[in-house]
């Protein structure tokens, strides 16, 4: 069956620009999850969405960070005006609940490099 | 800070080799999650515990969720370089996942 997808998988761009990164998540999982990673480290939590809405935007690192989600299903993390400090792998994940677990699937990230 | 302490950061071992990675906490968690990451992909599930003191056993890896709900470890037996890799533990709290920072192993054959 179908995955999480992302895209773009690579994205290099200068710095002061802005980018878009999609995540299309597993079909009728309504939670979705956005992480950043440095190069080998754990994952660092940016937003969570449960349908549309985001209950949980703590994470977000700063103001040049934004989130949104359409029709439960796709989203966009956008990076504006960006610094070399946010270069890193952006992975997304979907979620469904199962008896009170909750399973958790990662796309393959995106990884971006400001220069 | 992170919720989530991971030990140890790196291991180097030789095939054949037992190792456990551990995954301690102050904080209570409704469930705990391992996951296997390899270079350029995302991480994958092992498992999910959820009951105080429940033991998995997911063929060579056996994980433990400690009995107040607060920590984990995986014990892998007889290890094998294609179980190299980042693993990492995450802590489900009210919809919200706590990552560890993870342990890289390395199995050399």
């Known amino acids: 069956g179908a995955g999480v997808s992302q895209s773009p998988s690579n994205k290099v761009t200068e710095k002061g620009k802005d980018v878009e990164l999609r995540c299309d998540p597993i079909?009728?999982?309504?939670?979705l999850y956005w992480y950043r990673q440095s190069l080998g480290q754990g994952l660092e939590f940016l937003i969570y969405?449960?349908?549309?809405?985001?209950?949980?935007k703590s994470g977000l690192p700063s103001d040049r960070f934004s989130a949104e989600r359409t029709g439960g299903s796709v989203s966009t993390l956008t990076i504006q005006r960006t610094q070399q400090e946010d270069s890193a792998v952006y992975l997304c994940?979907?979620?469904?609940?199962?008896?009170?677990?909750?399973?958790?699937?990662f796309g393959p990230g995106t990884r971006l490099t400001v220069t | 800070t992170q919720l989530l302490e991971q030990s140890p950061q790196f291991l180097s071992i030789q095939e054949g080799e037992n190792l456990t990675v551990y995954c301690n906490s102050s904080s209570v968690f409704s469930s705990l999650q391992w996951y296997r990451q390899e270079p350029g992909e995302g991480p994958v599930l092992l498992v999910t515990?959820?009951?105080?003191?429940e033991v998995k056993k997911l063929k060579r890896l056996t994980f433990q969720f400690g009995d107040a709900r607060k920590d984990s470890s995986l014990h892998i037996t007889a290890a094998q370089p294609g179980d190299t890799g980042l693993y990492l533990c995450?802590?489900?709290?009210?919809?919200?996942?706590?990552f560890g920072s993870g342990t890289k192993l390395n199995v050399k054959p």
């Open positions: 515990v959820v009951t105080g003191g």
């Open positions: 994940a979907s979620s469904f609940t199962s008896g009170g677990r909750y399973e958790q699937y």
């Open positions: 079909s009728g999982h309504t939670a």
């Open positions: 995450a802590g489900v709290k009210l919809n919200k996942f706590y």
């Open positions: 969405f449960q349908g549309n809405s985001a209950p949980d």
